[in-house]
């Protein structure tokens, strides 16, 4: 089976952590998509939120990861696009429930609030929770 394909982006406030959390992933054995920014200089977060929605919209990448300084930004660009469903978290217990919950296909993280090792074990929930679809299933159609 091919690998799955996870893409990220980030603003200059997740760039290092989106740079860590990329190598994590080529080390697990995903297919990356990286979206940018590829470097810590100032760049606006809306432009890389909105790559990231149209990637996972369009089936270029199954799930994605979205980083910016508090996560906040980022968030609210990649919720604007029907379909994407992104979620802010801080630990791997709210990422593990975005994925059972909320069927998630985006995890926001902030690269100045969550540190790598949380961010590692967040990632990990992420991938590797399944939704678990019931009562929840009636509640993702609600939101259109
Ligand atoms: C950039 O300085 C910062 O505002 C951005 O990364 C993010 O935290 C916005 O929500």
Not at 23 to 31: C, R
């Amino acid at each position: 089976m091919a690998a799955e394909t996870v893409a990220l982006a980030s603003d200059h406030g997740g760039f290092e952590l989106k740079e860590q959390l990329k190598k994590e992933l080529a080390s697990k054995g995903y297919q990356v998509l990286d979206l940018g920014t590829n470097s810590p200089d100032s760049v606006d977060y809306p432009d890389f939120g909105q790559a990231l929605a149209d990637a996972i919209t369009s089936g270029k990448a199954s799930k994605g990861v979205g980083l910016c300084g508090s996560g906040i930004g980022i968030s609210i660009a990649l919720n604007r696009k029907k379909g994407v469903r992104a979620a802010l978290v801080h630990s791997g217990l709210e990422a593990r429930l975005s994925r059972q919950h909320n069927d998630a296909n985006v995890l926001v993280m902030g690269g100045r609030f969550t540190g790598i090792e949380v961010a590692k074990d967040a990632l990990n929930e992420f991938l590797t929770a399944k939704f678990e679809g019931g009562r929840h299933t009636r509640r993702i159609e609600k939101l259109g």
